[in-house]
């Protein structure tokens, strides 16, 4: 019978390269925000890496008054097209993720805070150094979103602050079931635990490990397969193996078991969205959900904010109330109408006080606009307007692409399979290891 420490070192040395650029890259993908991955980028021959560019588009804006004027927000920047969209030129260098107008003005939420149209170009006006994810305009009155979680109030005809705040609902009006599809993606990119960044926190605890796991475990080997400092191996090893390990373990399972789920979700699609997972087992983070403004909305009477649970409606921000349900991804407002962008859910378009769903829509639509007196629903595939072209590929696109095995093979999520199973049987092993060696007496293999 093979031994567990057997087991152990043979499946470490095996998969730990792999486990390692997991890691990494799973590092910087939850960090997402961080606008390095956008401004830093390389040449590509391949079209399918230059294609993972096209969906960081975020907004799209065509001058009602002058249809050859284009802006396209994206989180490469913001870019502007005086022809209709035939060239296209970066005027922002950071990024964009909502573009509004009123009155003939323009505005543009980013990562560096609230832009205006001036005649000299795009100027700041407020809240310098905030990444803003959400941005509804009505008349002169401003409503922003801090990193999903803040709300600015905003008078725009004196660009002044009226109210920050944050949107408190009642746990009552969170008990929804959700799709496992929704809570699987919730916990593999940390945001499935808990509030107040604590999920974050964990995620890049464990993935930091799983980084240190990786080189020690090699370190360790080499130490002891070439018969070197015993003192130095025993030192290594307590670093490798001790109760801060054994915690990011359970996180690291957690991690492997919903990345395995990623990498077959067209054979799991049915099933993770068929079957509903109940409230009252569902983790903290979703009595909250303090930090999950996805989407924010201002009609001059109601504000409106959206969630991975559904549509919260308030009228003093304060008092909130479940209007609809379904994950909201972005809300956009046309000739009086809300339009609901799903995220793992059906897009609707709220009229007469009334949702009604919007079929063969796909999801995570970006923006409704019209065009030649139609309704358009803007997606990164949408064919209907022009979009930048790009030569290169961000930094962001080429760590995605390597984290989710495309960048290198269509068969290379076989091996990430094998990466995620490997980190149970590390975890688990490990753990065991520990213990029999913490209490001699209570186990042995």
Known sequence: ?????????????????????????????????WNFLYTTT?????????????????????DKNDEDYILVATKRGLYESDDGGLDFEKILNIQATNIKSSKDNVYVSTSDG?????????????????????????????????EKKYIYTIDLSKNKILNKTTAIIDTKDLQSDIPLSRLVRDLHIGVGLFDDGISLLISDF?????????????????????????????????YHSNILAIFASLFLIVLAITGVIFNHTN???????????????????????????????????????????????????????????????????????LYVSGRGSTNRVLENNKYSIIPRTPQMLRNVINIDNEVAFLHFKTTKVNFPEYEDVTLYSIILAIHNGSFFSTWWFWLYDFASVAIIVLGLTGTYRWYIKKFPRRAKF
Not at 5 to 12: D, P, S
Not at 120 to 136: A, D, E, V, W
Not at 206 to 235: D, E, H, M, P, V
């Open 1 to 33: 019978m093979i031994k567990i420490y057997k087991i152990h070192k043979i499946v470490g040395l095996t998969s730990g390269v792999l486990l390692l650029l997991l890691a990494i890259t799973g590092f910087l993908l939850n960090h997402s925000n």
């Open 114 to 146: 609230l832009y205006k149209r001036t005649e000299n170009g795009y100027k700041r006006i407020l809240l310098k150094g905030i990444y803003l994810t959400s941005l509804s305009i009505h008349n002169n009155i401003a409503l922003v979103v801090e």
């Open 267 to 337: 054979e799991f699609r049915n099933f993770l969205r068929t079957t509903q997972i109940s409230h009252q087992v569902l983790p903290p983070v979703y009595n909250t959900l303090k930090e999950d403004i996805w989407a924010i909305d201002y009609d001059g009477k109601d504000y409106r904010i959206g969630n991975r649970i559904g549509v919260y409606k308030s009228q003093d921000l304060s008092n909130w109330t479940k209007e609809n349900n379904g994950s909201v991804y972005k809300m956009d407002r046309l000739d009086g109408k």
């Open 206 to 238: 464990s993935t930091i490990f799983l980084i240190f796991f990786s080189f020690s475990g090699y370190y360790i080997w080499y130490l002891i397969k070439n018969k070197k400092s015993a003192k130095q191996s025993r030192k290594f090893i307590k």
């Open 42 to 62: 390389s040449e590509a021959d391949s079209i399918t890496l230059i294609d993972k560019d096209k969906r960081l588009f975020e907004s799209y804006y065509i």
